[in-house]
C-alpha cells in the first residue's frame, strides 16, 4: 500500500453509526486509515452501537485492520499531529460541535483538534460530518469559520432519492458522501441519474 493515510476521527456526537461504517468501508477497501476516538466517541460507540473497546470495534467493521492504525486521542505528540506526517485528508465523523468550536477557533486540546488543525494548516482535506440539530447561531458561527478556513461541512443528512429500505441504506448515503469527498473511488448506493 503506497496510498497515503486517511485520518478518520470519532467524536461524542449521536451518529456513531456513521462512524463504525465509514471505518468499515475504508478497511474493506484497504484504505490506509489513521483512527483516533474521542473519550465522548466511545461513550457513543457504547451507547448507540453496544461497542465498548478497539477489540468490539474491529468485530464490529470486519475483522480485518491490517491498514487500520489506531492512535490515543491524548497523545498529542503523536504522528497527526505534525504536518510533515502526509496524509490524505481527513474526515471527523461523526464531530460534535464542542470538536467543531475547538477547530473553529484554533484551540486544540486533543489529538483530534490538533490533527485537525494540522489538515488545515497545510491545506489538506477536512471533511466535518455533524449531525446537530437544531443549529444555534453559535454553531451556524463556528461552522462557516471552519468552512472559511478550508473544511468541508457535510452534515449527516440522508436524502431519500434512492429509496431506502433500512437504516443502513441512510447511513450509507452519508458515508458514500463523504468516501467521495476524501476522492476514493468507492460505491455504496445508487446515484442520482435524472428524472428520465
Known sequence: MNRLPVILAITGASGAPYGVRLLEVLAL???PTWLMISPHGWRLLAEECGITDDRGLKQATGGDWT???VFDDKDRGAEPASGSAKT???VICPCSMGTVAAIAHGTSRSLI???ADVVLK???RLVLVPRETPLSLVHLRNLTLATEAGAV?????PGFYH????VRD???FVVQRVVDHLGLDIALVKRWEGNS
Not at 153 to 157: D, E, K, R, S, T
Open 113 to 115: 483538534e490538533r490533527a
Open 67 to 69: 491498514s487500520v492504525r
Open 170 to 172: 441512510l447511513v450509507d
Open 29 to 31: 477497501h484497504q484504505v
Open 88 to 90: 490524505a485528508g481527513m
Open 163 to 166: 429509496k431506502p429500505q433500512q
Open 153 to 157: 461541512v457535510l452534515p449527516a443528512a
Open 122 to 124: 497545510e491545506r489538506r
